[in-house]
């Protein structure tokens, strides 16, 4: 008697997806971790990787003009490349970590141990690091869900992608607001503008004066200037861009910059606020390599659309909030 074998290949597509999931069929790679979240009723959940969620699709060309060079689609490597690009916190460097189970903790060094020159063969002073109360990393739930045509996925690679990519903006505008924002409301992890210690500049009729003198401030706590970073909203954007600094001369904003530093963009952050610092400096968190896709074909099976549900849960934290400037209502 023939033995049968059932092949557990990865899925190519969400919609490839979701027919397995409908046909209870195996998932291959994509099976749920343990400890992921149950699917609600009528739905199948599975963990897939931040890669395969964040593979983009290329125009691929005529052969003997490039074309053949790139591949049909290009995966991303991990969590903080392929939220890139959909996240300015994730664009301006923040340190991301897998964490582990419960409430992890980063420590804090307070008190910096200091080298010094020592002569031949004499000893040097012993200096040791003082470690000051450590951060502690919440986990906080995310999810965005997505309903989509099951008769556009199957007609348009197109509509795949768009897909993925609104899910994973989705994804990085939740995480901006998070990391920007106040936050602590209800399930919002706590914001850069809602933790105490940070430099604190009113922006009532901002100067660029002021500016330098914060940027001093910054610069100050032993930030490099080459990994600083503004953050600001389009709205302070136009502002500053046609702000001058002094009568006749350049404006604030330069060529997407001030003075040397770059200035990166969010609709998601605080309005009328500019933020300033080294963004390797905040720790985003995720509880776990790979977010669950909750696939629900059934709940809309009559119209003929799929329901797609990203779950994942980040902890933010900011273990030198002294870093970072907070330049609050810009005028």
């Avoid at 074998?5 to 343990?34: K, S, V, Y």
Wanted: glycine share 10%; proline share 6%.
């Amino acid at each position: 008697m023939a033995r049968l074998t059932t092949i557990m290949n990865t899925p190519g597509t969400l919609l490839e997806l979701a027919e397995r999931a409908a046909l209870q069929g195996p998932l291959g790679d994509f099976e749920p971790q343990r400890g992921a979240p149950a699917a609600p009723r009528g739905g199948f959940a599975a963990s897939v990787p931040w890669e395969w969620l964040s593979t983009r699709a290329l125009t691929v060309g005529t052969a003997g003009a490039g074309g053949n060079t790139a591949a049909s689609t290009t995966p991303i490597i991990n969590i903080a490349t392929s939220l890139r690009g959909f996240s300015v916190v994730m664009d301006a460097g923040a340190t991301v970590v897998d964490a582990g189970a419960g409430v992890s903790q980063i420590a804090v060094v307070a008190t910096a141990p200091s080298a010094s020159w020592v002569a031949e063969n004499a000893a040097d002073t012993a200096s040791e690091p003082v470690f000051s109360a450590p951060v502690a990393l919440t986990p906080c739930s995310l999810r965005v869900t997505a309903v989509a045509s099951r008769a556009l996925l199957r007609q348009s690679p197109v509509a795949e992608h768009g897909l993925r990519t609104e899910l994973l903006q989705a994804v990085g505008r939740a995480i901006d607001a998070a990391v920007l924002g106040a936050g602590g409301v209800g399930a919002e992890p706590v914001g850069l503008a809602g933790t105490t210690g940070r430099i604190q500049q009113s922006g009532t009729s901002l100067t660029f004066a002021t500016v330098c003198d914060v940027e001093r401030q910054v610069l100050a706590t032993g930030a490099r200037v080459e990994r600083l970073r503004y953050i600001t909203d389009p709205a302070t954007r136009e502002l500053l861009m046609t702000r001058e600094r002094a009568a006749g001369s350049l404006h604030i904003i330069e060529a997407d910059k001030i003075g040397a530093i770059p200035v990166g963009y969010s609709n998601d952050g605080p309005a009328a606020a500019m933020f300033l610092g080294d963004w390797s400096g905040i720790v985003v968190a995720f509880y776990g390599p790979r977010p669950t896709v909750v696939v629900n074909p059934f709940r809309y099976a009559t119209s003929g659309f799929i329901e797609f549900t990203i779950h994942t849960e980040v902890g933010v934290g900011i273990p030198r909030p002294g870093a970072f400037a907070h330049f609050a209502s810009v005028t």
